[in-house]
């Protein structure tokens, strides 16, 4: 530009045509604007693809986690992870290269050329520059630690909101929106603090960039003058190396501009690849996609099995042993704690057994490949978490491919078909976070239509009818009958009428199974039985000679009225 820019001036002098060198100037101008938009867009696409790779692989590890990883690390802080940390990585791919790369070749072309004129003054220079850059890379690290500590905050302030928002109704409940606020308000302000601190190593970091230069200025005019009175040098290649020194701010503050943002960078790379490192679950999409559904009821058997949630824990499972030949129904009873839900968790390989066998259809566990085992089984957790979305993407969440002939009929069969009918919005109706908009029975009975749409072989219900009413509970009781004819039912149940439909009753207390057998035999034989049959079941059924009406609950809510179908 600046030499079509001369030649048009000389040919206005010259009286000659400027109209080709308007031309070439106007389209100098423009392709320079489009080359420079262009390499902005570039740049900027590269770094939104970075940013995007890394929370691909993030989000694709972070769901395959193993459980005992998830329980030990806070789900807020991993999802600041893949929403904040990554975000960072932007300015490691935008400035920091360029920087780098721009900064790089101009500074070894000043230094070629300062070269050429004089090497003892260019001596003199880069001496000064690794001494001040020696001091700044001293607080590159201080940088990161500041950055890593401000992303740390973010996590922290992830978690405290997603502890409040989870349980938004005990929150408000507890009256206790100040005092999370308060944790909330503390964690943005450890953010803050962080961030200013990082911001002051920068600037520190920026400042040495002029300092570098200016000592450099004093030093070479003094060797310089030296030299130019000793005859070495003349007084012109001083002043043009003088010159040269102060073309050496630019590409100087760009490195130390790229190694700030580096150093930022890399502290949220060190959080990400911290996530990355967390044990997932083996992944094998080849055994994914050639899941087929077996045939007939699944049996399950457990030898001896011992189990501890974390080694510093103690034990939950002190050898449990029972066998469960499918179909039909079998009741786990047993006082809290006990290890009830802990057998579901070991079935469906959340967790690894510590010791001792556990064989679905006779074959070990560990043996079976993930997706297949976990396609065997339909599982209704004890508090049946619905989750943020429509009815049918809840009922659709475990069997995707369901028909809508499929969804009716299991709509039907967990007597949830008058619920969507009353409901404007049918099947599409949002339940909100949770299934906040849905009442605890439904919620449940969306859990295990869930449960059923998958066609299990393996049915696990923990608790599964705790929350009914009678007649929703006597309904599904028959569902779950029915079921239990051609699939095998595994239920951790707290009702007595569930328990005296069970084919068999496993009793467990403090990780072992005390005994088993049937609701007559086991009252007849078992004196911790007896006594749970008489206080801890809901009294919801026929009272039994050991469960008198007056009986005591201690597992939920107000006993429901007699029931006579179970008589
Ligand atoms: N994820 C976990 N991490 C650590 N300890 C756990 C975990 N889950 C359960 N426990 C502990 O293991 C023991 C057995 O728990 P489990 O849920 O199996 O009992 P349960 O018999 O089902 O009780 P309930 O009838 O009250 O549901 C309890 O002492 C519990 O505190």
Redesign the pocket.
Known sequence: QPLAAKALVDRLGADGSITGILVLLTALVVLGTVIESFGAYVLERTAESVVLAARRTLIGRLLRLRLPEV?RTQPGDLMSRVTSDTTLLRAVTTQSVVSAASGGLTFLATIVLMALMDPVLLGVTLGVIVLIGGAVSLVMPKIAQATRRAQEAVGTISTALERAFGAFRTLKASGAERREAEAVREAAQDAWRHGVRAAKWESVAWSSVGLSVQVSFLAVLGIGGARVASGAISISTLVAFLLFLFYLIDPVSRLVEAASQYQVGSAAIARIVQAERLETEETDPAAEQAVGQGDGPASVVFEDVTFR??DD?PH?HHGVSFDVPGPGMTAFV??????????F?LIERFYEATGGRILVDGKDVREWPLPELRAAIGYVE?DAPVLAGTLRENLLFAAPDATDAEVREVLVRARLDGVIERLPEGLETVVGHRGSKLSGGERQRVAIARALLRKPRLLLL??ATSQLDAVNELALRDVVTEVSREVTVLV?A?RLSTVMLADRIVV?DAGKVRATGTHAELVASDPLYGELAATQFLAASTPTPASPPAAKSL?GPAPTPPDPGSA
């Not at 047993?334 to 057998?343: E, Q, R, W």
Request: aromatic share 4%.
């Open positions: 329980e949630y974390r824990l939950v047993g006082p809290s704690g006990a290890g009830k839900t802990t057998v968790g004890q923990d608790e951790v707290h467990m597992s």
